[in-house]
């Protein structure tokens, strides 16, 4: 009646060295470490830089527990762990002087890091820490100011471009179109066209304000923006790289980030329990848009270096195909770009995929339908600086889709595609303010928020023993099961737990006790009624079931309406809340049985059971 089967019993052996796997890498700690990644999408870290690093750091006589390579997919990294904090700081200065030829262009980041001392067999098991949130642990904070000037000249430009198809679509003749700041001016040889310029104008382009001048050349059209479009344009492109970041932070993988809007061009980013600083920094803080541009064949291949770079064009020196002149005005740039993917060329070599959106293809068919044979080069701007990726003839018109060829490794092409897909920036943005943040909260009350859900357990186990004698004992010990698969879970689940976690864990204890009162109260009334300690056992568990079932997945509902449709804190209580509530039923109802069925169920001639005293009304 109250036994079970062997598989039983090693389905709760397993899963309680399941539970004592993931729950020990919490209480191993941390020691303090410096990371190098690459500073450049075109720059990549391998097992050859773990030499690097380790022959500088052997140079200057700091001492390094160990450096070692870890392949993390896209994005490579080198990390070294030292004995204290004295070292980490020094090897950072020493890393950065070694790696870095030109500090004002590095092409290395070297960072602080802490890193988990968990033994490498449990972390080979993904057996790791659970992060801790930014009011219990602090993590990385960005404070980034949006370019507004470079936002304004974007616009004005996309204006002057958009106003000269405009008047050619509508064959109205005009002496030339200039911008001089943010202006856009269009010269006219007479008054009836610049008034036939005004009703195109303002028909198809509503944003402008337009006023009429002239000067010694002839009449003139000055084209502005209007105040209200100016804001408008300005508060779209900082929702826009707050849109983008948000996209690559979930390439980091990071748990409850905070992405928001302060004053009206800054934007606080704040990522929960990161120590990378340096790669939440090299993909955050990339300013990496792609544009498509045509190659100034003013310029003979080979010169551009020594002749003079015509108006309207610029030299770049850095890249593949570099140096070269290209036109200033790009055919499209990375707005136009709806996906990106690492593929291979018809020679097998590894490349980019881009697909264009509608505007972009019918731009790009446009700009390269007469310029067969032509050169085109595609250029990557990081941090205000551009590499060109690849020069190439144009061998036929190109569409919504093409390549960007001659990647250097799969790895490169992964790694760009990743960039790209995240979308590009709808302005360049500056770190103004990086830090690693601190508890917000103290390490008091860190502390006393743990020792209050410590106290609370023990009080908790001393009343159930005492109340309930050897079923009391039962109980405790499915409730330590219980914490100990929560924290398990939240581990392999490398989630974030922040104070309403801890909260959540609070009201799990409460929970998953209440189920163990069900359970020994019912057995109670069983025993009451007559039946025999093996009959009032068996039916206890399975009357109470029902009971504990019902109350349970209520409340389950209620944390899965919090985690669908909460933010922050109140997601971070949720994903706690629901996995207590599954923890907490498997412990109360299948640990606190099997503990139960081991002890008393191969008695056959039970005569009690030690649950307390059963009050039984008198005769």
């Given at each position: ?388 990726l690849t020069v190439a003839t144009i061998r036929d018109e190109l569409g919504s889709r093409f390549q960007i060829t ?162 922050g804190p109140i997601r971070g209580f949720a994903v706690v809340h629901c996995l207590g509530i599954l923890t907490s ?28 005293q059963v009050w039984k009304p008198d005769a």
């Amino acid at each position: 009646m109250n036994r079970y089967p062997v598989w039983k019993y090693f389905l709760i052996v397993l899963v309680l060295v399941f539970g004592a796997l993931y729950t020990i890498p919490n209480f191993f700690g941390e020691s303090p470490a410096v990371q190098i990644t690459s500073a450049k999408a075109t720059i990549k870290l391998g097992p050859e830089t773990v030499s690097l690093a380790t022959q500088a750091l052997d140079k200057a006589g700091v001492r390094v527990e160990n450096v070692f390579y870890e392949n993390l997919g896209n994005n490579g990294t080198v990390r070294a762990r030292f004995s204290s904090t004295d070292l980490q700081f020094k090897a950072k200065t020493v890393l950065e002087q070694a790696l870095n030829r030109d500090p004002s262009d590095p092409n290395y980041l070297v960072a602080f890091n802490l890193l988990p001392n968990t033994p490498a067999w449990l972390q080979s098991l993904h057996a790791l820490p659970m992060y801790l949130g930014l009011d219990l642990r602090g993590g990385v904070h960005f404070l980034m100011q949006v370019d507004t000037k470079a936002v304004l000249a974007k616009r004005v430009q996309g204006i002057q471009t958009g106003v000269r198809a405009l008047l050619v679509e509508k064959r109205i003749r005009f002496a030339g179109i200039s911008r001089e700041g943010d202006v856009v001016e269009i010269r006219m040889r007479d008054e009836e066209t610049r008034q036939a310029t005004r009703a195109v104008l303002n028909s198809q382009i509503a944003d402008l304000t337009l006023v009429d001048a002239a000067d010694a050349e002839g009449l003139k059209l000055r084209a502005t923006l209007s105040p209200q479009a100016l804001k408008r344009t300005l508060e779209e492109a900082v929702q826009q790289n707050i849109s983008t970041l948000s996209k690559r932070v979930n390439e980091l993988g990071v748990a409850e980030p905070v992405i928001q809007q302060q004053g009206s061009d800054r934007i606080v980013v704040q990522l929960p329990g990161v120590q990378d600083v340096s790669r939440a920094k090299d993909i955050i803080g990339r300013t990496a848009t792609l544009e498509v541009r045509m190659v100034d064949d003013s310029v003979r291949r080979g010169t551009e270096e020594t002749s003079a770079i015509p108006i309207g064009s610029e030299l770049f020196k850095v890249g593949k195909g570099a140096p070269v002149v290209m036109f200033k005005e790009p055919v499209i740039t990375g707005d136009y770009i709806s996906n990106a993917g690492a593929s291979f060329d018809q020679n097998q070599q590894p490349s980019v995929s881009l697909d264009l959106n509608g505007d972009g293809g019918r731009k790009m068919r446009e700009a390269t339908r007469s310029k067969i044979g032509k050169l085109m080069a595609i250029v990557l701007f990081e941090k205000g600086k551009g590499e060109v990726l690849t020069v190439a003839t144009i061998r036929d018109e190109l569409g919504s889709r093409f390549q960007i060829t001659g990647m250097e490794s799969p790895a490169a092409a992964t790694d760009l595609a990743l960039l790209l897909r995240a979308g590009s920036l709808a302005a360049p943005m500056e770190i103004i303010e990086e830090r690693t943040i601190g508890p917000q909260l103290g390490a008091e009350n860190i502390g006393k928020g743990f020792n209050s859900t410590l106290y609370g357990f023990a009080a908790i186990a001393a009343f159930m023993m005492m109340y309930y004698m050897l079923f009391g004992a039962f109980s405790v010990f499915a409730l330590a099961v219980n914490v100990m698969l929560l924290i398990a879970s939240l581990s392999l689940l490398q989630a974030t737990l922040t104070l309403p976690g801890i909260a959540a864990i609070a009201l799990t204890l409460g929970m998953a006790i209440d189920a163990n009162v069900l359970i020994n109260e019912r057995i109670r009334e069983e025993l009451r009624n007559g039946n025999s300690p093996q009959a009032a056992i068996a039916a206890g568990f399975e009357r109470a079931w029902a009971t504990i079932l019902d109350s349970n997945v209520t409340t389950l509902i209620a944390g899965l309406a919090l985690l669908i449709f909460g933010s922050g804190p109140i997601r971070g209580f949720a994903v706690v809340h629901c996995l207590g509530i599954l923890t907490s039923m498997f412990s109360a109802v299948v640990v606190a049985r099997g503990l139960a069925n081991l002890w008393y169920g191969r008695r056959k001639k039970l005569t009690s059971v030690s649950i307390g005293q059963v009050w039984k009304p008198d005769a």
